[in-house]
């Protein structure tokens, strides 16, 4: 009996999911557990091990189609073999999810064939369902952001289903016009003339195309979900930035006396780890920045879990390091170096990126100084990194602010630290007495 194929649940609050790319097509073989199609979520892009060996038999979900969680996308078995089963239960509408690929290849040899029915019109829309059930989350949150109204969308998934395409394709074709001619004819206005087909007017006046206009480039999913989880985040949260400044001259010369040392037991150290451990130092003395904002009031964490910002080839992902206060320099190193590798080469879980409650984000690697980060929801603050370089700084031997013949102006290693913190939740002062215990500890760290 052929094995189904079904859309995985890449973490706890995925719904739905979009076949990226087939690494196999109908008639290959694979291994139980070789690597079959990638899958594209709202939070990453991962590949798919096979879950029986056998001959790839069949593909129900093309590649660029989002399906809900559970749902088969297709099928391996012995060669030969037909796919058999419930395939309404499992797939959905059969023929919307596969019918335009047969079609499309021509492919004859498919074992199931759907009879239409000779009362229904192949145009008609199929019926919508109702009920909370009929869109996913991620539709819901995009119908909002941009005021749709989902009646007026035709959807091409389950039972007529609006999914997540249908809205993205509704808002890149403008398709509002469609709406409006639907409300005209409703009201009793004339419909436009239909032009005619065979007339060679429209391709002879047909506008030459500007090679000057901008090129339409649409958003990979993970580049959309950025931009969703950003535009709510400064919807979501006042945002306020303190601006500190720390002397590395304790960390570098802590660097530079232990990294061969750790590079011996294959530890890279670098100056990541340092600011994590100051931060789950300073998460300690104030409870407050590991929380979040809920209608009940605020929520105290009570575990560390700090992300850290990595840049990936097309966007930014945040991997978790998990009771980041119980870890040591070296551990810290580890998971830093382990978690940016692996963010690196996709080869993440969806679970190492949520659960954080604070982020820390070390744009200063690129070269940067002063950065204004935007809170990761629903965590309280964000702390950027700039870049550490040598900057002259007064040393007063007198008058703290009085010029003084103690004076001395000498060349550190400084770096910028800046806090944006959700207003709701911290003040100022508190803001402030944060960064001030992280730049304590880098400031004097032990050798």
Not at 30 to 37: F, G, H, K, Y
Not at 149 to 176: F, M, P, W, Y
Request: with cysteine; glycine share 10%; proline share 9%.
């Amino acid at each position: 009996m052929p094995t189904p194929i079904k859309m995985p649940q890449l973490g706890e609050t995925v719904v739905e999911g979009t076949v990226s790319r087939w690494l196999k097509q109908p008639g290959d073989r694979v291994e139980r557990q070789e690597s079959l199609l990638e899958i594209s979520t709202d939070k990453i892009d991962t590949e798919i091990p096979a879950p029986a060996a056998g001959t790839l038999l069949q593909i129900t979900a093309q590649e660029g189609q989002t399906v809900r969680v559970g749902t088969i996308i297709g099928y391996i078995g012995a060669p030969g073999e037909v796919a058999t089963g419930d395939w309404g239960s499992a797939t959905g509408d059969w023929g919307s999810a596969t019918g335009e690929r047969g079609s499309a290849t021509g492919n004859d040899s498919s074992p199931i064939s759907v009879p239409q029915s000779p009362f229904a019109d192949p145009r008609s829309p199929l019926p919508k369902p109702t009920g909370r059930a009929f869109v996913s989350p991620v539709v819901a949150r995009i119908a909002a952001k941009h005021s749709l109204n989902l009646d007026s969308i035709t959807g091409t998934g389950l039972h007529g289903r609006v999914t997540k395409k249908d809205v993205e394709q509704h808002l890149a074709t403008g398709d509002r016009g469609k709406a409006t001619g639907e409300r005209g004819l409703e009201t009793g206005d004339a419909p436009s003339p239909i032009p005619d087909p065979q007339s060679p007017l429209p391709s002879l006046l047909s506008p030459i195309p500007d090679p000057h206009s901008p090129i339409p480039t649409p958003l990979t999913p993970m580049r959309r979900a950025i931009a969703e989880h950003m535009e709510r985040s400064v919807r979501t949260s006042p945002h306020v930035m303190a601006l500190w400044e720390a002397d590395m001259t304790a960390v570098v010369r802590h660097r530079e006396a232990h990294k061969a040392e750790l590079a011996a037991k294959g530890i890279d150290l670098t100056f990541t780890p340092y600011f994590v451990a100051a931060v789950a130092e300073s998460l300690r003395a104030h409870p407050q920045v590991n929380s979040s904002f809920s209608a009940e009031g605020l929520l105290l964490h009570r575990r560390i879990h700090i992300g850290v910002a990595v840049a990936v080839a097309g966007g930014l992902l945040v991997p978790v390091i998990r009771d980041a206060d119980e870890l040591n320099l070296a551990g810290l190193s580890r998971a830093v170096n382990d978690l940016a590798e692996r963010a690196r080469g996709n080869k993440l879980s969806p679970d190492e990126l949520q659960g954080g409650t604070f982020t820390v984000t070390n744009h200063g690697v690129s070269g940067s100084l002063l950065g204004t980060p935007i809170i990761n929801q629903p965590q309280a603050g964000i702390l950027g990194i700039g870049k550490i370089e040598k900057r002259p700084v007064v040393r007063s031997g007198g008058h703290p602010l009085l010029p003084s013949a103690d004076d001395a102006i000498v060349i550190r290693p400084m770096c910028y630290l800046s806090f944006s913190f959700d207003h709701r939740i911290l003040d100022g002062a508190q803001a402030d007495g944060f960064v001030e215990r992280v730049v304590e500890v880098l400031e004097n760290w032990k050798q």
